[in-house]
Nanobody, 120 residues
Framework: QVQLVESGGGLVQPGGSLRLSCAAS????????MGWYRQAPGKKRELVAT???????DCADSVKGRFTISRDNAENTVYLQMDRLKPEDTAVYYC??????????????WGQGTQVTVSS
């Protein structure tokens, strides 16, 4: 069994910053890709940023230059540093990982979601 626990969401004014964290725990052998998705009301879930175990990362065009994804492989944790936030960044943010468990099976896992609201 694997669990993902997200933290760090909240209410922030436009131009402000937030840092999201997502920690994976359980019967983990290795973690390949980790990333963040978001879903705004009435919209489809969209990819925000991804990072692979070697550190190569990519972000959606809408957040490039403002958001930074990073990971701590020793702690099985992925972070999303969000700067210069805009009202259109308001959404529920979901952590995503692909984990190979100690059984040898690989599966996708999602966090519970954390609300980010950008408003004055």
């Amino acid at each position: 069994q694997v669990q993902l626990v997200e933290s760090g969401g909240g209410l922030v004014q436009p131009g402000g910053s937030l840092r999201l964290s997502c920690a994976a725990s359980g019967s983990i052998f290795s973690i390949d890709a980790m990333g963040w998705y978001r879903q705004a009301p009435g919209k489809k879930r969209e990819l925000v940023a991804t990072i692979v175990s070697g550190g190569s990362a990519d972000c959606a065009d809408s957040v490039k230059g403002r958001f930074t994804i990073s990971r701590d492989n020793a702690e099985n944790t992925v972070y999303l540093q969000m700067d210069r936030l805009k009202p259109e960044d308001t959404a529920v943010y979901y952590c995503y990982t692909h984990i190979v468990e100690t059984t040898g099976w690989g599966s996708d896992y999602w966090g519970q979601g954390t609300q980010v609201t950008v408003s004055s």
